[in-house]
Each structure stands twice: as C-alpha cells, then as structure tokens.
C-alpha cells in the first residue's frame, strides 16, 4: 500500500541541504526590494494591522517593571523593575491558581482535544450527506453560544432547582448538587467543554479530513483494508500534521483555560477549585486595586511560560520529523 | 571540523543572535535593576469639612411644606399629597451648548430623541444634555477605563459606592476632572441659587486634595448629588404567605428562622430565602462601610469580631436546613421574578421594590403583599442599621471643558437641582403631561406607557445633581408607610466613625477583603467549616488586613485627635 505522504521529501543524505554548483550570487537588499516591492505593498494592510493592534500593544508590556499610573506622563513613570513579579509570586493565591490552570489545561487536552477528533473521525464515516450536515450543525453550532448561556442551561438543566433534579425528586430522590459540587466540577467542567467546544475542534479536524485523496481509501479497499486499517495508515497519518500543528498551539496557551466559565461559577463552587490565572488577574488588578501594571506582570508572565512551551514543543515536533507551526527551512 | 548542525547554538547566526540578545539583557537588567519601590495603592484619607472654599450656603425657600415632618437625613420628610407646582428659577438663563454625559443605566434605555430631552433643554435655557448610558451592571467596573482613555464624553456621573473600583480614584479625580473650585467658590446664589441651597456637607465631600498628604491642596471636583441618608436596602418579607402560614413579621433574627422554617417548603419548591449576603451584618452588629468599628480603644474589623461568626453561622444554618433556593449560589436567579412567584419569601432588595413589587404585580395580575422587615438583632441586642454616610452620587466633568462651559452647565444643574413642588422638578421626574403623565384621582402623576420607558428609569437628568432638600414623594399610601418604616430604623442608624472623612483603603486590604468574601461564601455554602474562620481571619491580616488596620488608624486618629 502506498504511504501517505504528509511532509515535505527528504533531503539527499550527504547533501548537507546544499545544491553544490548551483549557488546563486546573493542579491543586494536593493536588487531584492526592486523586485520584490509588489510583494512587500500586498503586505502593508496587514503589517499596519498587526503594528497597531498587536506591537504597539505588546510594547506596553514595560509597564510590568514600572510603577505606572495613566496620569503621568509615561517618562515619569518610576522604574520598579522586578517588583510586580516579585509581588505576583508572593501572593498566596497565585500559586493556586496557577496550578488549577494547569489542572483545567491539561485536562481540557487530555479529554476534550482527542473527543474532537473522534468526533471528527464519527462525521466523516457518515455517508449520508443530509444526517452529516445535520449533525455537524447541532454538535457544532454551542460553540456560538456565550458561556453566560452555557452556564444558564447548565444550572436550569442538572441545577438543584432544575429540570432533572425536580424529576428525580418526584421520583422521591433527592435535589443534584452537581452545579455546586467543587469535587465533581471537573467533570462538569468538561461536560460543559464537549458541549460547547468539541464541534468546532471538529469542523477543524473535519477540514483536515477532506483533504486526503478518497483514491487512497479505494485503493487500500482494494488492498483488502478494513476499516479500522484504513484509519490507522490513511486518515490519522493524513491529518496528523494538523493535529500536531493544534497540539502545538493548545501548549503554548496552556496558561489561558479561559475566563467566563471560571468567573461565573465562582460563587456556586467557590473561588478555590474555580481560580485560574484569567480570574486572579481580574480581581486583583481590573476590577481589584492592584494596577494596571501588576496585570500586565501576570500577562507578561503567561506570554513568556507560553513562548517557551510552543518553541519545545515545535521543537520536538521537528525532532520527530513532523512540520510545527512552520516549515523548517 | 565537523559542520554544526541546523539546530546546533554554534552556527555563526545562532551564536550571534544569542550575544545581541545577551548583550541586551546584560544592558537592560541593571536598567531594570535601578529601581525604586512600589508606591502606587497605599490608600488615601479626605478630609471633608472645614474648608472655606465651599460655595456658600443660602437656604433655598421651599414653594410648599412637607405635610410628614421627618428628621433628615436618615428619616426624610415626605408629601402625601401632590401640590401644584410654581417655578424655581425665575431668570431663565439663554443658552445653546450641548453635552455629553456618561451615566449608569439598569434595563433599556431611551432614545435621546423623546420630546422629554428636548422638553428639558427648553425648560433649562436652551442647554442640551444628552445621556451616554452604559450598563449599570458593569459601569463600575468598566468606568475606570474610560477614564483612562479619556473617553467619557463632557462629564460622567458615579454613585458614591462606585468609586470603590478605581484603584486609586484620588488620583483619577485631580488629573481627570474640572476643578470647580474657582467657579464655585463664595456667593454662588445669584447665578445658581438652588446650588448654593446643597447642603454645605454635600460640596465637602465633592471634595478631593491634589496631594493626599498636603490638606492645603483640597479642591472642589465634582457637583453633589442629593443626600439621602438612611437605609437604602431592605429584607422584604411575602406577607400574603405569612398569613397562609399563620405567621407574623418577625422582630428578631431567632423569629426570623422560626417563621423561615414555617414557611419554606424544599420539596414543594418555596425556600423562604435568597440572598442573605449583604444587610444581614447589620442584624448582627457587624458595622457597614469598610467594617471597621472603634471598640475598646482601637479599630477592630468585622471579622475580628465575635458577631462575625454568629453572622455565618447564621448563614450556614439557614442553607444546611435548605432554607434557602438551591441555585442561589449559580448567580442565575432573578430574585424579584422568584419573589413575585412566591418561590421565595423573603427578598432581600433596595427600597424601591417595596414599590416595584406593588406596580408589578398588580400590572401581571400575579397579587401578593410584601412589606420590609425591621431593624432586626439576635441574642437580644440592641439593632443596628447602616445608613447612608455620603451623597448619593456625584457628577465629574471633563477638565478640557472651558470655563464658559462649566458654568453653562451649571446653569443646568441648577435646573436639576429643583425639589419637590415645583415645575422644574416635575418635567425632570414625570415629563410632560399627556406625553408621559396624566394626574391620577388623587393629583399624583401617574405614569404611562411612554413615561414608564422613557422617564422612570431612576437614572437619568434627575440624578445630575443633587435636589436641595429630598422627600419621600410618590403614592400617598407608600409614602406613608415609608415615612413609618425610617421612624421605626431612625434609633439604630449606625454613627459613622469616619465623619467628616472620606477612607480609601490601601491596595492590599482591598484584595484581602475580596478573598474574605469569597471565604465567607464557602463557609455560607457549605464548602467550608465555620472552624476555619480564625485561619481565615490571619489569612486576611497578613495579606493586607494589618496594613488596612494601620492605614484607618492613621485616619482615625487625624479626625479624632
């Protein structure tokens, strides 16, 4: 059977990557921008764009070693330089809810990431058009809905006072305690994932999905294949890029598990077991009094831990031959 | 030599980009290095009375007596009749301006093109004031980065218990704000003369310094909204469902269980409470404002005190014996919605429901009663009930607003600040008769449909500024009955210990105190044991509750001598 191929074709060994004999005379920066300058004017739009909207931002990041206040002017600001980090990891709270980020994180890998896919995979064996659209927008249209909604449904459904808990008390049971249950909040957690964002994890894989030759299936039909061979060397290898590329980016946002999810159900399971980074930063410096600049430490401090997780991460998926986030020249 | 690899640190850009970023941390760090210590956050105290800069007080004659004589603030006197308006202003100014006001809005609001606004304008001398309503929900929160941005239009109003999300609103006022100071200074009666019948102690405390630390740069920065004082919250009980139960309103906290245990019924889906998170202190003599009570010589926070536990446990009891609506806690439940069902009987509120509840259940047809519980104690306790301290609100202009401007808009707050009795007060409250209001049998406006959705909102140009003196106004039976209800409070207001001061805490006692109330909540629902409340309590000293000790000692110590 023919393998799939998924990245680019190898380098001669002993080539060293290098085309002997065929090395062109660099160009001048000159010579590059005369003939490239239609090139570099289709980039403009978006340079701006990402100039404005994210460098210039992200320059504000000095703010974290300064004690800044809007009212000054930004010279006047006083250096404090690592005071606000050394604040941040002197909060008794941080380190808690660092850890539930990485719990939730993790856990939002391990159990929602691969249910996307399988999802992904349950879709594509549909044969019938009209019951795979269907499907594909009951499972993936939660994704639209705000988690102030989520959450409504969530209490109003499986809610001590909700649907389920007033039929099972008819029945003489007792009232659920699951919207209010810190130790089962995990599972509620991911219940309320798979609801509201495993679709569209899998209209990702889906796409993927499409892109792979359907001769391959009949060849390894053919071939005599059953299905689950046909999954195992034709599918996952053919969207195994795509699912390395969004294990990649999902590590490095492994410090952001969201807001609104943990902040609106904070009261009902209680700050300890729904504390993540996005709400200690919320209550203590948007709507708390510890400034603009002990916010930006805590986003300085997230951007850093992710940077470094996405380059191990790319690394080692360029150790392990698969392309990243980019094309290893 | 064997080539390096791609990935290897020794290829020769490698190896350069690694010295330039080297090089770069190696300048930056002692850069970063040479610094000093945090000082923003350490909280702020305000003197508020004392100053000669204040305008100066000319009582504004009332066109009509209240018929209910009170003791105001904290029991206002009321109208149980509605008198025939008369003008306040005499000399109508002529003005063309128009600004831009940021306020709080709770539900839909109105469009700016209703006769009402422009009714308004005409009637104040031509200014026109539009209104930039945010969510009252978020304003708060949210306000603090207007005003960073500057994006607030001419002027922003904030009720007093607001400014307690800035995180130093000190220093927002004297950057952000016109100071008023050289406009309002002295005699201000013959221009203004319905500002200069405020209150003196409401210009005190429009009052911000410059430099916290130097009393001498105190300035006027805002113009005051009315004062209400007394108690803006109350535990409003179903009394309909009392009687179905043979009960009656209970005037302790020991009777209040009772009756919460006759009346609640879990599986039948009626709990007797909802929120029990706020007001409740009070039956407890825990103090309001930042929870500081001066006991034995020193300042002593509520949680430091032995009335702290008995309040949580009170709330722990009340939800283990289901007592309470299970879903409390999910922060999705509309209370008055449940309250008008009868789902829950006890509704903790602002005032106003007493007359919400009354105009909408009669409206639905869904009937009931209700009427607000006491001043309640256990153990036998004298009670005690927090009062209002400050004015209600403010009204902040913009400091790039010309003189020739702010004084134009005084002109309007002048307008606004027309009481009870007269035409001015009239338009801003009802609207225009037939478009809004029509007079109901026994003289009072009653609004209609338009009126509802335009002019009733509690927010709006009624709010601008504050009214010389405030009456309780409105349906003669509810006025009555409210007039009572502040009588029976009026012998357990609470004394504010910060009189004749404005406290802002430091960063870290304000921190401290939010994971207090997230602690409190664990405790309330069951999360936690009421034996962690003395961790809990060294918990909160170390991580700012000391700091917050020192910082209101300071200030007390400087009022008190």
């Not at chain 2, 960073?148 to 002027?155: I, L, T, V």
């Not at chain 2, 709330?315 to 999705?332: A, C, F, M, N, Y």
């Not at chain 2, 009931?368 to 301290?389: D, M, Y």
């Not at chain 2, 007079?439 to 338009?450: A, L």
Request: charged fraction near 15%; charge should be negative; proline fraction near 6%.
């Amino acid at each position: 059977m023919a393998a799939l191929q998924t990245s680019a074709p190898p380098v001669p060994s002993g080539s060293g990557g290098r085309t002997i004999g065929k090395r062109k005379r660099k160009r001048t920066v000159a010579q590059r921008f005369r003939s490239d300058w239609p090139l570099l004017l289709m980039t403009l739009p978006a340079m701006a764009q990402l100039a404005v909207f994210f460098y210039w931002p992200s320059a504000w990041n000095i703010i974290a070693f300064m004690d800044y206040s809007p009212h000054r002017a930004f010279w006047e600001n006083p250096l404090v330089g690592f005071a606000w980090f050394e604040r941040l990891f002197n909060n008794p709270y941080f380190v808690p809810a660092l850890l539930n980020t990485l719990k939730y994180s993790f856990a939002n890998l391990l159990f929602l990431f691969p249910l996307s896919i399988v999802l992904a995979l349950v879709m594509h064996s549909v044969v019938s058009t009209k019951v795979r659209s269907v499907f594909q927008s009951i499972v993936y249209l939660p994704y639209f809905f705000s988690w102030v909604l989520v959450v409504t449904v969530f209490v109003q459904t499986l809610g001590a006072d909700g649907l389920v808990s007033n039929w099972i008390l008819g029945f003489g049971g007792d009232r659920l305690t699951f919207t209010s249950n810190p130790d089962t909040f995990m599972f509620l957690a991911w219940l309320q994932w798979a609801w509201k964002d495993a679709g569209w994890g899998m209209i990702i894989f889906l796409a993927a999905l499409a892109s792979i030759n359907p001769s391959l299936y009949e060849a390894a039909a053919v071939d005599g294949a059953s299905r689950w061979r046909r999954l195992w060397h034709i599918t996952l290898p053919g969207i195994r890029p795509v699912i390395v590329l969004l294990l990649i980016l999902h590590i490095g946002g492994i410090l952001t598990v969201g807001f609104e999810q943990y902040q609106l159900q904070r009261d009902a399971i209680g700050y300890q077991t729904t504390e993540v980074l996005d709400t200690f930063i919320y209550y203590r410096s948007v709507i708390g009094t510890e400034g603009a600049s002990f916010g930006t430490a805590a986003g300085l401090f997230k951007g850093v831990i992710g940077l470094i997780l996405i380059l191990i991460a790319n690394n080692v998926a360029h150790r392990l031959g698969e392309q990243g986030i980019y094309q290893k020249s | 030599m064997a080539t390096p690899s791609d990935g290897s640190i020794f290829r020769r850009r490698s190896l350069l980009k690694a010295a330039g970023l080297g090089a770069a941390g190696a300048a930056g760090l002692p850069f970063i290095a040479a610094c000093s210590d945090i000082e923003s956050g350490s909280g702020t105290s305000q003197t508020t009375d004392g100053f000669d800069f204040l305008p100066e007080y000319k009582e504004w004659p009332l066109p009509v007596e209240p018929d209910l004589v009170g003791e105001p603030p904290n029991h206002p006197s009321g109208f149980t009749t509605y008198p025939e308006p008369v003008p306040a202003i005499e000399n109508l100014p002529s003005n063309s301006g128009t600004f831009e006001i940021t306020m709080p809005m709770w539900g839909e609001a109105p469009s700016n093109d209703d006769p009402y606004f422009a009714a308004i304008a005409e009637a104040s001398g031509g200014t026109r004031v539009d209104l930039r309503q945010a969510d009252g929900m978020t304003y708060a929160e949210t306000s603090v980065q207007w005003l960073n941005a500057n994006e607030f239009g001419d002027g922003i109003m904030f009720f007093a218990w607001m400014i307690a999300s800035h995180p130093n609103f000190q220093e927002t006022v004297v950057n952000t704000f016109y100071d008023l100071t050289d406009i309002v200074k002295g005699d201000i009666s013959e221009r203004w003369p319905l500002l200069a019948g405020l209150p003196t102690a409401s210009w005190g405390q429009s009052v911000w310094s410059t430099d916290p630390n130097d009393p001498e740069t105190a300035r006027v920065f805002a113009i005051p909204g009315s004062f209400s004082g007394g108690s803006n919250n109350a535990m409003f009980a179903r009394t309909d469902l009392l009687e179905e139960k043979g009960q009656a309103l209970p005037t302790s906290v020991e009777e209040l269980l009772e009756v919460a245990r006759a009346v609640n019924d879990d599986a039948g889906g009626r709990w007797a409470f909802g929120g029990t998170d706020y007001l409740t202190p009070a039956w407890f003599g825990l103090a309001g404002g930042d929870g500081w009570a001066y006991i034995d010589g020193k300042l002593v926070h509520n949680c430091e005190r032995p009335e702290y536990t008995e309040w949580l446990e009170f709330r722990r009891t009340i939800w283990d014996e289901k007592l309470v609506h299970p879903d409390l806690p999910s922060g999705t439940l509309d209370g008055q919605a449940l309250h008008k069902a009868g789902t829950i009987v006890f509704q903790l509120d602002g005032i106003s429901w007493w007359q919400g509840f009354i105009d909408q259940s009669t409206a639905e047809g869904t009937g009931g009663t209700i009427a607000p519980l006491g001043a309640l104690a256990a153990k036998g306790r004298k009670p005690l009930v927090h009062v209002n301290t400050s004015v209600d609100s403010w009204t902040f202009l913009n400091k790039d607003l010309s003189r020739e401007q702010v004084e134009e808009f005084l002109d309007f707050c002048n307008f606004a600040s027309a009481p009870f009795g007269t035409t001015e007060y009239e338009l801003i409250n009802y609207g225009i008769e037939g478009t809004h209001f029509t007079y109901g049998p026994d003289g009072v406006p009653v609004f209609n449909e338009v009126g509802t959705t335009v002019v009733q909102a509690p927010v709006n140009h009624k709010t601008i500024s504050g009214h010389v003196q405030q009456f309780l106004t409105g349906a003669p039976d509810m006025v009555q009955a409210r007039f009572e209800y502040n009588a029976s409070l009026l012998e357990f207001a609470e004394v504010n210990i910060f009189e004749g001061m404005r406290v802002e805490g430091p960063a870290d006692f304000k921190s401290a105190g939010q994971v207090l109330i997230d602690q409190q909540n664990d405790i309330a629902y069951g999360r936690a044991d009421l034996s962690s409340i003395p961790e809990m309590v060294e918990t909160w000293k170390a991580n700012g509750g000391e700091a917050g000790r020192e910082h209101y000692t300071a200030a007390y110590d400087k009022l008190h001598g």
